[in-house]
């Protein structure tokens, strides 16, 4: 979705760990593999929706020096960042909360047509079963990226 709507590049992290790999390790290679699909080298801005700790220091790691990441999703509370890096290339890390004041821009898009949210709604629930649909959205389940409450 988020190439259909402009991102010159993106990476799918799976929170699979793989063998002998720690996740700063991990969060490198991602970062090379940024690099390698940008024709222009480093991006001079990140933007990190997920919250995964992997994906936040991809992001630090792949930001050109001098450039601004941006974290979005934020998850857990307390994750480990690379700060020394960040400073000593000058990556802007710039603080952002998520659907803070966002709503009217969203459904305005939505209502026009220019964004089509079927593609990331992927459970649905109806009203009365609305505390089971919150149950599912804490439990951050693989496969869950939004969910639908209808309130027909």
Request: charged letters at 25%; one cysteine or more.
């Amino acid at each position: 979705m988020a190439e259909r709507l402009g991102a010159n590049c993106t990476v799918l992290v799976d929170g699979q760990a793989r063998d002998g790999d720690d996740e700063d390790s991990r969060a490198r290679g991602l970062a090379d593999e940024i690099v390698r699909k940008m024709s222009s080298g480093r991006p001079d801005c990140s933007v990190e929706c997920s919250g995964a700790p992997v994906s936040l220091r991809t992001a630090i790691y792949a930001t050109k020096s001098g450039g601004v990441m941006t974290p979005v999703g934020l998850d857990p509370a307390d994750a480990q960042l690379p700060i020394l890096n960040a400073a000593t290339r000058e990556v802007d890390i710039r603080g952002s909360f998520s659907y803070c004041n966002d709503y009217p821009a969203a459904i305005s898009l939505v209502a026009s047509g220019k964004v089509d949210p079927s593609p990331i709604v992927t459970t649905r629930y109806d009203l009365d079963n609305v505390l089971e649909a919150f149950h599912l959205a804490k439990r951050s389940l693989d496969g869950v990226v939004k969910i639908m409450i209808a309130c027909d």
